[in-house]
């Protein structure tokens, strides 16, 4: 039996001698503070047992949590989620920029002109990996592979490997959320991912909107090639400033198309997207350096590239552009623009049933490409003369604004330049904005004439060149039209009546053809869509006194058919449109003219009009100096107190229409101001081209005429002058003045010139 001495000193034999208590050794004291540690040091441990265990319980619980949230999701998914129903990668419906292109000077190719678009501003680029890879291959326009490689490298490594979702990203990203392993957050979003992300646009912080993510990136995965969606990735990521895709931005940040970036500007663009404010290289130059030199790294490691190339990069100067200027943007559009808005929104609405509203916001973020018919070169000419009007002796009065508008046209219809309105343009128009060039609906006055009254009257063999009519004081009803210089002079040739902007004449003309004819040719024919039913009448139609009126655009495609054989093209502002996949929306280009007159018609039409700008007594006389070299066809126009003055006159190369006036109408103290400003147009616009004539039709005779009989002239008429006849229409020979027929100028000419070698050879015999 042990005593108390024996009992404390007892030690086990597995138990270490150090580790007992010798009471002799220890104060009472000691010995309770020895206990009180052994204690504390137990129930430490036991906490931290516990408190693993209650993490490990946690975890269970979120995870037990999380996955049947995700089978309950999964269930939702598959019932209600359509997300594959609204998104097609092949023919992706997104915002993207719409862009205007011209024709170069030379004429052979199309290049950049403005771009419009509403609060996504993002140009499609498309992605072939086979063409991409060739890096010699210069007629491949479209994303680099090196870019495509810079974006897998830093964004997902392993992109062509897993079917949408990098689960072992995934599965270390939510450890991280409990368990800090990484030294900073881990996002575990794939390229896939990232493109269901910017396709919804949803930005729920749950994560059941990252079982959304996941279910919807794999399902993704199975229908799409990776090339396919690589490519829509990089056309939708943000890339700051508002903009929206690769392309704009190599614009923005380096002035030059995607295809043309180096290995360095691609490792700059790539390091952009993971958060564009943070690490665009224009406002944080650092920040993108830095991200730019790991992206790089990062590209060799994924054998993307050798150290070499990436040593080559690194040595490089990034040469950044960051201007806007380089995005082809405008704050305010010019008339042409404003125009091509509404024309393409209208004919969108038309082919598709849609209302304005949705047109016009299709317009701004259908990515559409516009190949448009303006020639900035011309556009520039009419928006200098129109801004600086003054300089060009257009004023008005003191209390308004004195405005105008102009509309240059080719001889297919095509629109070159406009300009609707006089002064600074100051804001852009909108759809129910007002261009007077296509909106403005005045009287027409005198230019009404040769296109409701003389053309078709000589289409129909009413009368020829030099027929004799008669102007006098005829009663229609109870009116009688009055010539503006106020008196009447009897018979007068058709060149004379229309040289001298007579009235009675056309009155007459109109009235002996039908008034429903002359008004069909006008609006059926010639397309001019702004008279109404009151304008069929002789007033309107023979004098240019309508109701509706007409605009300088209809007006220039309809004297177009005066120097093109007589075709007539309906107006257009395009050739094409194509939606972002190149597919073809909208055309004029394959659009049949109208047979508007005959050739024979035309040309004899083109030479009266000729007589306007030339003749003794043209009211437009002086408008030849404007354009050298070159012969002018044309027409004056006053409407009722001088409250609308016109002037419409074409060249071998392009026709014009200019009106000016008041919006509020009144009179007008300048009768040359309209003349003036057409002038001063179409001198810039035939700046250094090359002298050419109008072509003539075969079937239109040159011959000599009697001025007093109007018939075919012979050797005994005492005053002879020149006209053009249809071959089908050519009058009789003088019988006033009996002789011999005058042959054609041309023979006649001839004949002079051989009787004068043979006089020569006589005399020198």
């Known amino acids: ?198 396709l919804t646009g949803d930005n729920d912080t749950s994560a059941m909107r990252k079982v959304r993510e996941i279910l919807r990136a794999r399902e993704l995965e199975s229908k799409y090639y990776k090339d396919t969606i690589i490519e829509c990735y990089l056309n939708t990521i943000p890339m700051g400033h508002g903009i929206y895709g690769v392309e704009v931005a190599a614009n923005y940040y380096f002035g030059k198309s995607v295809d043309q970036l180096t290995l360095l500007e691609c490792a700059s663009l790539a390091s952009i997207t993971k958060a564009p404010s943070y690490y665009a290289p224009d406002d944080n130059a650092e920040n993108n350096k830095e991200r730019r030199e790991t992206v790089l790294s990062l590209m060799v490691d994924s054998k993307f590239i050798t150290q070499e190339q990436c040593d080559a990069a690194l040595k490089e100067e990034l040469k950044l552009v960051a201007s806007k200027d380089q995005l082809n943007e405008s704050e305010v559009n010019n008339y042409f623009v404003d125009a091509l808005i509404v024309e393409v929104t209208k004919d969108l609405a038309d082919k598709y049933g849609w209302d304005e509203a949705h047109a016009a916001e299709n317009f701004y973020n259908g990515g559409y490409k516009i190949y448009s018919t303006v020639d900035p070169k011309i556009q520039s000419a009419v928006d200098e003369v129109f801004t600086n009007s003054e300089k060009y002796g257009l004023k008005g009065k003191d209390d308004e604004q004195l405005q105008g508008s102009i509309t240059v046209v080719d001889y297919n219809g095509r629109v070159k330049g406009l300009s609707g309105g006089i002064g600074e343009k100051k804001s852009n128009l909108g759809l129910s904005g007002f261009n007077r060039a296509t909106d403005a609906v005045r009287q027409p006055g005198s230019t009404m004439k040769p296109i409701a009254a003389y053309a078709p009257a000589i289409e129909d063999e009413l009368i020829h060149y030099s027929s004799i009519v008669n102007d006098s004081a005829v009663k229609y009803g109870k009116w009688t039209p009055k010539n503006w210089y106020g008196s009447y002079w009897g018979g007068v040739t058709v060149q004379y009546a229309l040289e001298r902007s007579i009235n009675t004449i056309p009155v007459y003309l109109v009235n002996k053809m039908g008034t429903e004819k002359s008004y069909n040719f006008l609006t059926t024919t010639l397309g001019i869509s702004t008279l109404n039913e009151n304008d069929i009448a002789l007033s309107p139609l023979g004098m240019g006194g309508t109701n509706g009126g007409i605009t300088t655009k209809e007006s220039a495609a309809a004297y177009a058919i005066f120097g093109n054989g007589g075709l007539y093209y309906k107006p257009t502002l395009y050739y094409t449109v194509l939606d972002q996949h190149d597919d073809v929306v909208l055309s004029y280009q394959d659009v049949e003219p109208t047979a508007a007159i005959g050739e024979d018609t035309a040309t004899v039409m083109n030479k009266l009009l000729q007589n306007v700008v030339y003749g003794a007594n043209g009211t437009g006389r002086g408008a030849g100096g404007y354009v050298n070299g070159m012969k002018i066809y044309a027409k004056t126009g006053t409407s009722n107190n001088s409250n609308d003055l016109w002037f419409v006159g074409g060249t071998p190369y392009y026709v014009a229409s200019c009106w000016c006036g008041y919006d509020n109408p009144q009179s007008i103290y300048d009768s040359g101001i309209a003349m003036k400003m057409w002038g001063a147009v179409m001198s810039k616009v035939h700046e250094g081209l090359k002298p050419k004539e109008f072509v003539d039709s075969e079937y239109a005779q040159e011959r000599f005429y009697c001025a007093e009989s109007g018939n075919l002239a012979t050797d005994k008429c005492p005053k002879k002058a020149v006209g053009w006849y249809k071959k089908n229409n050519i009058p009789d020979v003088c019988k006033d003045h009996e002789g011999t027929a005058l042959d054609t100028p041309e023979i006649e000419a001839k004949k002079s010139k051989d009787n004068k070698k043979d006089t020569t050879s006589s005399s020198a015999d």
């Open 1 to 198: 039996m042990m005593d108390d001495k024996d009992i404390f000193s007892y030690s086990s034999p597995d138990e270490p001698k150090s580790d007992s208590l010798d009471l002799n050794s220890f104060s009472s004291g000691a010995y309770d503070n020895a206990r009180k540690e052994k204690t504390k040091k137990e129930k430490e441990k036991q906490f931290k047992i516990k408190a693993a265990l209650s993490i490990l319980l946690v975890f269970i619980m979120v995870f037990a949590i999380f996955v049947g949230s995700i089978g309950v999701e999964v269930i939702k998914f598959n019932s209600n989620d359509d997300f594959l129903d609204n998104i097609n990668l092949d023919d992706l419906e997104l915002n993207f920029t719409t862009t205007i292109y011209v024709q170069n000077e030379k004429g052979d190719d199309w290049v950049e002109y403005q771009r419009l678009h509403g609060e996504f501003n993002r140009i499609w680029m498309p992605y072939d990996a086979v063409a991409a890879k060739q890096t010699d291959n210069k007629d491949y326009r479209g994303i680099p592979q090196q870019l495509v490689n810079a974006f897998v490298a830093v964004e997902d490594k392993r992109f062509y490997d897993h079917y949408g979702v990098d689960w072992k990203r995934t599965f270390g990203s939510l450890v991280n959320v409990f368990i800090p392993i990484y030294s900073s957050r881990q996002g575990g979003s794939t390229i896939t991912q990232q493109l269901v992300k910017n």
